[in-house]
């Protein structure tokens, strides 16, 4: 019986190491040879399209200046802005990619940087999906379905039994997470034609909430909305937690090529900073960018900040600090500046959080009603000054 259990025992191992050194053969194969790799993943039948040969929107400044094909930010970004900035730039929140096909079903392929991928308040849809949408019979974006992580690697048939007839489509990238590849598989008999990234983005700069916290899918932050809503490129550079009018990242907002900016780093900062970083950073794009419009947005009010005396001061005073900054700009001559108020922008019966202070669903939703008559009339009149 001791015999046959050691046999037994033994044969296990040695199953074991089999499949590890297999494991490694076959990883160590696609770092020799990627053509090898390919061909390997090309045996479920599908033709795949790997996204970087032909890009996503959401990425800024040079092709070749870039650690990670999918960081928001370039390489030099690194050791200008803080670490956590860094960071977090890696994130691939505000990225999209566009595509048409005439496939009946839509598969992804895709690694993620983290294997972290939900939080206590936001789902693996958002912090680590990929969001499908598509163009309708009238040219409006609507929804089609989300990936459900639950591994790093995910190679998963997103969606089938589609309409048929070719289609434009879009895939939002995970809002909380990185991606370090990512291809879109079909039938081999269908039509896939990739479409590059747009120009003139609007880009936002902002804290958590425009990073994309808390919503349930990545094509549910407002950032994305408005997009939609508007059909034109976004860029989101939102920190959680940081962000803070920093010059350093100024340096970078001014390189972009943008049809507007959106400032709303309030969350993430008291009266004093803003009185202190409000006026410098805008005369600072102003002066780089001296015709785009310039939008700053006042930070919402937590959701139970009715009944947190503390936390009520906290945006009364926020709000008044911003005021004072885009006055004193408009006293300094400074044109194309827009402003919108915080108080409803999540709307005013407390439903539109998460946990008081981040964005549910319909905290975006209504942030981008807020938002969008406010950018509408920054897009179209973009030499006048108006306060909403």
């Known amino acids: 019986m001791i015999r046959i259990l050691t046999i037994t025992l033994w044969v296990s191992l040695l199953c074991l190491a089999t499949a590890e050194a297999q494991d490694k053969t076959s990883s160590a194969i696609g770092k020799l040879d990627p053509e090898m790799s390919e061909r390997k993943r090309a045996d479920d039948g599908l033709a795949w399209f ?58 992804v392929h895709y690694k993620l940087l983290s294997a972290n991928l939900a939080m206590s308040h936001m789902p693996a849809t958002g912090v680590s999906g990929v969001d499908l949408y598509a163009r309708d019979g009238d040219g409006r974006w609507r929804w089609v379905q989300v990936t459900r992580p639950s591994t790093q690697e995910v190679k998963v048939q997103l969606v089938s039994g589609l309409r048929p007839g070719l289609r434009e489509y879009a895939a939002y990238l995970p809002l909380y997470n990185g991606v370090e590849f990512l291809s879109i598989g079909v039938d081999p008999k269908s039509k896939f034609e990739t479409l590059k990234p747009r120009k003139k983005p609007i880009v936002f700069y902002g804290t958590s909430i425009t990073h994309g916290a808390c919503a349930s899918r990545p094509g549910m932050v407002h950032t994305a909305i408005l997009g939609r809503r508007f059909d034109c490129p976004v860029v989101n550079l939102g920190f959680s937690g940081n962000g803070k009018m920093d010059r350093e990242v100024g340096d970078f907002l001014v390189q972009i090529d943008a049809s507007v900016y959106v400032i709303d780093c309030l969350p993430n900062m008291n009266a004093k900073m803003v009185s202190e970083k409000c006026v410098p950073l805008v005369k600072q794009i102003r002066a780089a960018k001296p015709d785009t419009p310039i939008v700053l947005v006042e930070d919402r009010r937590n959701t139970n900040s009715w009944i947190l005396p503390s936390r009520d001061a906290h945006h009364t005073a926020n709000h008044q600090s911003l005021q004072a900054a885009f006055d004193q700009l408009k006293a300094d001559s400074v044109e194309g500046l827009y402003y919108i108020h915080g108080d409803h922008l999540y709307g005013d019966d407390g439903e539109g959080a998460t946990d008081g202070s981040h964005a549910n669903d319909l905290g975006f939703m209504r942030q981008a009603d807020a938002f969008e008559p406010v950018l509408r009339k920054a897009l179209q009149l973009e030499s006048t000054s108006v306060a909403e």
Do not use: C
């Open 50 to 107: 790997d996204v970087t040969t032909w890009g996503t929107e959401g990425r800024i400044l040079p092709e070749q200046d870039r650690k990670r094909w999918y960081d928001r930010f370039p390489g030099s970004a690194e050791g200008a802005v803080t670490k956590s900035v860094w960071n977090l730039s890696r994130h691939s929140a505000g990225m999209m990619v566009r595509f048409k096909t005439d496939a009946t079903s839509i598969h």
